[in-house]
């Protein structure tokens, strides 16, 4: 139950493996379920433990139990408002015997509390129907959290981790079903913070052997008197351990779950492997840089601060990103004037300067001065670079900036919080088990905004509701916590995001989260005055979720987006009106940051849960205005389009058991907008070049609203002869075109819309333009030959056509000869032309249009003027051709005309006439 943690909305069943989930029981309200538990001889038994919501009492919370496979539950033990359960266990044996632990527990903005009255073991006989505590043997007072694990293959064997007042926290094992406990000496990392590290398991198989995960991970071997911790040796596994499963039918496989990702052993924990492809981070924000490919910073829940380019050769991995400070990542944030550089800080304000050049990083957390009070700094301390000035900026209850890259600091204002002694008493924090890592220091500074207007317009905003600005860069401040209050807002709510307009000095926008104070609605508010009045902006589709952040796009003052714990919200007219974004957005995304890209126009996501979420190029919904909503069709004006197949190639063959997300398109997409779905008609759109000449024509999406299609900036690919036995490449290339304007056509059944596209060289590239120029000159000939060698075989496929199954019906046995003795020609001249025969995949034929498409694809194919040699190969595979057309014209000549006259002679039908292009005769 840390102070990050986020709140779920119900229990979910699947009848599939996991394919389809249904949500089920009408636990909506607990917020937390820690256990579920199925009786293994009844499936439709089924227990749900739930601790209930961390931020406020609530009847939602204790041991559920359902009879009908999850379709209704019923409360079975109940303790009080305070405290719910934790943990529950099923005597296999003996379905009716059933274990449960009890916690009282709550959390603050500016405190924990674990342990108090209804805390607890307890044990049922009857299948939950009555309970009664089991604690003979533990110390008396107080019980905190209890972690309860049974052995299945010898059920009266338990063991707990049981949290208890008067440093009494520790081991106890029972042997009698929890009728009695003793206690048992243990090491730090099996006792340490037993409300964090509340896993304890026993192998289904061996009753002997038990397994701790906490700050490292511990086993015993004699039933949990004595533990050890594992080594190290086969592979190191990131602390904070919270969740085990062991594989009941093969217990040497365990899948362990820590704060840095998901390990499996299949060797009872000796040796470990990271699974890397789950995309589940947990980013607190998120940042982006002018470089190319511009480069993402963020920072991640115990998992340090990194940094990983938007595009890399192959997509972006695991491999590419760049781990740049430790600790738990909050902000990391680039320098605005210098790309070797970026800022990023762990918990409790330690910041510093990182060079990326050679990952070396100087601590740079400004310090108390004299008069100053102890700095309060948060858990998730602002680092912030000013978009205006480019100053650096950070908050404890005072705000600090610096212009020299943090090597010197001035204290820019008072202290901006309310300064409530009586939330300050961190040290006091814990409930039985003092626990102080900064999570819980209070007012201090969460956010710090500078005008993208004014330089000198400085907003912040603190976890305890003061909102405040200043127009002298620092030298006075005003408050206006008391007008947003008075727009519904409760009170000292926390201030999570501020957004100053770029557009307008006066505007200012800012999210507020209460859902410390068990508040979950979404508040999102904007003032026209500079704070003097607030607006809540909660039209449209309902927000759910409290809210993080709010970002306002950089080129049209009226989109806004909006992140909250249930999601990706967007309003396209100014905050009046707001529908979820999804669309390969998860509905449960916790969008806890954005940033958009000034130039790629990209909308970048630093989520709780799903990593970084990049929706590419945000331009179409940018455009969306009410005017073009409002007609049947539209296709947006394009963007120019640089010549190339992508700034980077494939990378080779890719890495495996990673995870990589891919590049954003190599090519930017066409996009057009469909007021209504098409349900009748074709969609297409062609490109067509100045002359009118039709370039490519491209099949398209019919859906409502934007759809895209994209042009590979190329022709259509040559028609290939037909009849071969080889995958010829050559068929699914062309010349990429030259530079110049074309028109984009979108049609829709009978209507047509046009566009103008101006098409570039790439600058940036390999090839000048002469050489651009040479290049489609050279794959131009090689296409054009493609074509007249498939013209060729078309003559001859139809002349074999027609003699085909129809020579032994000639009763002239000169004749009949004569017909073979053509067909067998023409035979031997495809078999010249192109692979005929195929006696393997890595043993066919290769002839003339196998050689034409060598050459053909490595010339239009690659961004590169074509070789000496290549352009040697194209003459000699010219005069080929010419040599192969010359060889077909005398066969037809000899044959054609008198073999046609030989069927006519004898009334034999073999089809209409054909005109034989290539050779001259028809017949």
Known sequence: MRNSVSIGNGLYKTTDAGDNWTKVGGLDSTEHIAEIVINPKNSNEVYVAAPGPLWSDSKHRGLYKSEDGGKTFKQVLYISEKAGAADVAIDPENPNVVYATTWEFRRKPYS?????????????????????????????????????????????????????????????????????????????????RPFYFACIEVDPKDPKRVYRPAYSFAYSVDGGYSFAEASSEGGWVHSDHHALWINPNATNELWLGTDGGVYLSLDKGATWSFKGNLPVGQFYHVAVDNANPYRIYGGLQDNGSWVAPSAAPGGVSNAVWQDVYGGDGFWTVPDAKDPNICYAEYQGGNMARVNLTNGKAVAIQPQKGPGDEDLRWNWNTPLYVGTSTGALYCGAQYVYRSTDQGRNWTRISPDLTTNDKN????????????????????????????????????????????????????????????????????????????EPSRFDKNVVYATFDNHMYGDHKTYVARSNDMGKTWTLLKGGEAMEGFAHKIKEDIKNKDLLFAGTEMGLYCSTNGGKEWFRMKNNIPWYALVRDIAIHPTKHDLVLGTHGRGVIVVDDISPIRNMTEDVASKDIVLLKPEKLTLRDGQFGGGGFPGTGGWNGGNPPSIQPIKYYLKDRVSSGDVKVEIVDKDGKLVQSIPATKRKGINMVTWNLRGTPPKMAEGGVKLDFGAFTAPMVLPGDYTVKLIVGDKVVTEQVTVLHDEKGDMTVAERQQQYDAAMKLYNMQEELAALVDTINKTQEKLKGNIEQLSNKKNRQAAQEYYDKLEELRGKLMATKNKSMFADEKRLKEEISEVYTAVAGNEAAPSNMQMQRIDLLKQDLQKQDGATKAVMQQYHQKVMQAFEKEKIYIGPKQKVSMAGTSG
């Open 112 to 192: 924990f509390n674990s342990g108090g009255p209804g805390g607890g073991i307890w044990k049922s006989l009857d299948g939950g129907k009555n309970w009664r505590r089991i604690q003979s043997g533990l110390p008396q007072g107080l019980i905190g959290r209890v972690a309860l694990a049974m052995a299945p293959s010898s059920p009266k064997n338990l063991v707990a981790i049981a949290e208890l007042e008067n440093n009494k926290t520790g081991l106890y094992i029972s042997d009698d079903g929890g009728e009695n406990w003793k206690a048992q000496s243990a090491s730090l990392n099996v006792v340490s």
């Open 423 to 498: 939330k300050q008493k961190q040290e006091e924090s814990g409930g039985l088990s003092a626990d102080n890592t900064s999570a819980e220091n209070h007012c201090t500074v969460f956010t710090i905004a500078e005008s993208p207007v004014d330089g000198n317009m400085i907003w912040a905003g603190t976890d305890d509701g003061n909102l405040q600005y200043t127009l002298d860069g620092g030298k006075t401040w005003t408050n206006v916590a008391a007008n947003y209050a008075a727009a519904g807002i409760p009170a000292q709510t926390w201030v999570s995001s501020i």
